[in-house]
């Protein structure tokens, strides 16, 4: 089992920076690719960015240029650097995880409030 804690939301002006941390906890040498999604009220959850542990990246085109996911293997923890925040990137964030070899996510974490105000 694997563990996911997201810390790092809060509120901000438009224009604003914050970063999130997701820190994985217990049998993190079996995943491969981590990443953000997020959920808008009234919304679907989205992808926001991931990254394998390899260290490549996907980020969604409404993100691209304002926002950066990394990764530091070695204390298997997740940043999202979000830059330039707009309104509608107010939503509740989380973090998630793949194993090796699945299709699927295998782990979330309980999410982190993002608003940005206007």
């Known amino acids: 089992q694997v563990q996911l804690v997201e810390s790092g939301g809060g509120l901000v002006q438009a224009g604003g920076s914050l970063r999130l941390s997701c820190a994985a906890s217990?049998?993190?040498?079996?995943?491969?690719?981590m990443g953000w999604y997020r959920q808008a009220p009234g919304k679907a959850r989205e992808l926001v960015a991931s990254i394998t542990r390899a260290g490549s990246t996907n980020h969604a085109d409404s993100v691209k240029g304002r926002f950066t996911i990394s990764r530091v293997n070695a204390k298997s923890t997740v940043y999202l650097q979000m830059n330039s925040l707009k309104p509608e990137d107010t939503a509740v964030y989380y973090c998630?995880?793949?194993?090796?070899?699945?299709?699927?996510?295998?782990?979330w974490g309980k999410g982190t409030l993002v608003t940005v105000s206007s």
């Open positions: 217990g049998s993190i040498f079996s995943l491969n690719a």
């Open positions: 998630a995880a793949r194993s090796y070899g699945s299709g699927d996510i295998d782990y």
